[in-house]
């Protein structure tokens, strides 16, 4: 591990100076980022996860509550037409994500790739790449910092604060799970009501919620299936195990990957144990061509959050618009917008992030640096599906 931040010490050195004497005729700059972008990573900059999970103070995890969250996640009596499951974009064989650029919901049959609208369809793509729920558990996590739960970033923009606050959200959005027949105020409360008609839903909510007067209700629909989202997780990557002290659990080949991450520049925005500063950023990653509009991302400024790197074997494609199939592609982005090349039409010079554009980024180092991002795969993760839901209804939808 010395030899590595030794090594990591003096390519950083090199890149530092080079940097600074470029920015110093680079005239105005955000100064901020500079400031930042001319520190240097180390490999104390990432980290293992946790082998444990933090519950918010209000919503503590019990067996009753996760055995309930799970049966709803699983159940399309969730979506106005009964006929999309939260699995049903977050499908357990692509840790808990999917294969589509963006996703289908509504009026969708079919997984995998075989996904496809139901003719004649009058609803629009998702508007963005899936998501995987694996390890949400974890969102916001940074060295040496304060964590909080229910304050959890969620989304690509960042809209919604901690799981039980997302858990809602999905149900109430057109094309996800509420389908043109409900209105986004009303869908809650028949969802709820229809949950509370299930007898078998009835009993497993009083188990999980025994406190509550009326224990089916919204918020604690939100917390059941928040509980069992913190089971969803995967913590044993060999770049884990690394970190916790077996030296020996990467090649030479993936340690040198290790440092070509460090050393470009990755680690300024993908850092920490969930290789996520969990922060907004421009990098003007193209769109999708499944939408009419182009996604302006967080307060219309085309930032998106940094995402995880972890089991990126399983997620692909990649980014906010699923517009990358291939690590390879992601990289090569990364290698041309360093160049100062712009790839979405809508993102002007000067608006991409300086941690990117400052980068330097080497043709030659690409495939070391997808070595070392295999390493953070872990496929151990609870992959099991109920064999039925309360509803009756089929699990995982259509
Ligand atoms: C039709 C597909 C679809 C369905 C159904 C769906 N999701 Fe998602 N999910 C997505 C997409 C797409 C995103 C990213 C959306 C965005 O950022 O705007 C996402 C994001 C998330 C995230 C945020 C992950 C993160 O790291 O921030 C969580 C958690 C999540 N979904 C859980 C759920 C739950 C729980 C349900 C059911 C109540 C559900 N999803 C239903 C597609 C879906
Ligand atoms: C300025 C901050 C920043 C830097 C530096 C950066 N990234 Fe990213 N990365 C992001 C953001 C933000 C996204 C999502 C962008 C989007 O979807 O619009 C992303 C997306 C990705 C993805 C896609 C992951 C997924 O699940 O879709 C990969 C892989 C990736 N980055 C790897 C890297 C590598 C390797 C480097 C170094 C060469 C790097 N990043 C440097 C911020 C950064």
Redesign the pocket.
Same mark, same amino acid.
């Not at 998702?126 to 729920?133: A, D, G, I, L, T």
């Not at 970033?153 to 919604?160: E, K, Q, S, T």
């Given at each position: 591990m010395a030899g590595v931040s030794i090594e990591v010490f003096r390519n950083c050195m090199l890149i530092a100076s080079i940097a600074t004497i470029l920015w110093a005729c680079g005239g105005e700059q955000n100064a901020a980022s500079e400031k930042e972008a001319a520190r240097m990573e180390t490999i104390a900059d990432l980290g293992a996860l946790p082998l444990t999970v933090a519950d918010p103070e209000d919503n503590p995890s019990t067996p009753e509550k996760v055995a309930l969250g799970r049966l709803?996640?699983f159940d399309p009596v969730?979506?106005g037409n009964r006929d999309? &499951?939260?699995a049903?974009?977050?499908q357990p064989e692509f840790n808990y994500a999917?294969f589509l650029e963006?996703?289908?919901?509504?009026n969708?049959v079919g997984r995998g790739q075989a996904r496809r609208f139901v003719d004649p369809n009058d609803i629009p793509f998702?508007?963005?790449?899936?998501?995987?729920?694996l390890n949400?558990a974890f969102?916001g996590l940074r060295n040496g910092e304060e964590y909080d739960p229910a304050s959890a970033?969620?989304?690509?923009?960042?809209?919604?604060k901690g799981?039980e606050q997302?858990?809602?959200?999905?149900?109430k959005t057109l094309?996800?799970?509420r389908g043109n027949g409900y209105h986004e105020n009303g869908i809650l409360d028949e969802v709820v009501t229809r949950l509370s008609h299930i007898p078998e839903y009835r009993k497993l909510f009083s188990m999980a919620f025994p406190k509550d007067q009326s224990p089916v209700s919204q918020l604690n629909l939100a917390r059941a299936? &928040?509980a069992y989202?913190r089971t969803l997780i995967a913590t044993n990557t060999r770049f884990d195990q690394y970190m916790r002290g077996d030296s020996n659990a990467l090649s030479t080949g993936e340690k040198e990957g290790m440092n070509a991450f460090l050393v470009t520049g990755c680690a300024k925005c993908h850092s920490g144990p969930m290789f996520s500063d969990f922060k907004l950023h421009t990098l003007g990653v193209p769109d999708t061509e499944n939408r009419k509009e182009s996604d302006s991302g967080a307060d219309a400024k085309y930032a998106f959050?940094t995402?995880?790197l972890r089991n990126l074997r399983f997620t692909g494609p990649y980014m906010?618009s699923g517009k990358f199939a291939t690590l390879d592609q992601v990289l090569m982005f990364y290698e041309d917008i360093a160049g100062g090349k712009l790839l979405n039409p809508h993102v002007k010079e000067g608006q991409v992030d300086p941690l990117a554009t400052h980068m330097d980024v080497n043709f030659k180092d690409i495939s070391r640096i997808v070595e070392f991002l295999n390493t953070l795969n872990d496929d151990s993760f609870d992959k099991s599906i109920p064999e039925s839901v309360p509803s009756g209804l089929p699990v995982m939808g259509r």
């Open positions: 709803l996640f969730l979506s999309v &499951a939260c049903t974009c977050h999917e963006t996703s289908i919901g509504v969708g998702v508007k963005r790449n899936s998501q995987s729920v949400t969102n970033p969620m989304f690509w923009d960042v809209r919604a799981l997302q858990a809602l959200e999905p149900i094309e996800e799970m299936i &928040a989202e959050r995402p995880s906010h």
